[in-house]
């Protein structure tokens, strides 16, 4: 029974990952109820700044929770601002980091939308204005400069969420330092964007073309880039 500071302090004493490592292994290495009654859907790793990746077991669970807590600040968010039903939102839940899988156990999210699952998972990809095909993009420089370009390309971004300002900071400067070349490749974008929709307008008349079919920034080419 702890009923003292004291008591607390003996029975839950301070520790640093050094001493989950040992756990943190044997679940790669596939065991399980190791750290978690759940068992370990992926390692989430997290952002290296202050020292190397670590890894966190992600469990359903945790996937759960993550939902509970993200879904009162989304309603809330809707009702105090409304304008936000009508606009596209950028989540970067994760921190972009290449660290090989574990043993048996994957590391990190191929899209931030993995956090939520499910339904709410597809519902989120479909207000992203930054394709999934980037999260392919090994090289962080050019991870940076594609994510920017698909933002700034979005006339109807209404809100930015990071998992750390310091990302969003980075992006930034991506903006600043490559000005030239976003406008450029955005150029070219819409020069081809107008290029498809007059080639489509010419085989199809005078019906209607459908908004997917004509794109200010080409995803496929995004795509590509992670090749």
Known sequence: ??????????????????DYQPYVERIAAGHERVLTADPVLRFEPTSGTG???????????????VGQAVAPWIADLYTVYPGLRSGTMYWALSPRIDVPN??????????????????A???????????RALAGIRDLDRFRYATTRCLLAEADLCLVSVWNPTFL????????????????DECEAEALAESRHRRRW?????????SN???????????RAAE
């Open 51 to 65: 020292s190397e990746p670590r890894l966190v077991p992600y469990t359903s669970g945790l996937r759960r929770e």
């Open 213 to 223: 079919d004509v794109g200010v920034v080409d995803h496929a080419a995004l795509g």
């Open 202 to 210: 010419h085989h199809v008349g005078a019906g209607a073309v459908g």
């Open 1 to 18: 029974l702890i009923e003292t500071v004291e008591r607390f302090r003996q029975q839950v004493p301070l520790t640093e990952y050094a």
């Open 121 to 131: 998972g597809r519902l989120a990809e479909q207000v992203l204005p930054v394709p």
């Open 169 to 184: 900071e980075r992006l930034l400067d991506t903006a600043r330092s490559h000005a030239a070349d976003l406008v450029r």
């Open 102 to 119: 574990q043993g048996r156990v994957p590391v990190g999210f191929d899209s931030d939308t993995g956090y939520f699952g499910g339904l």
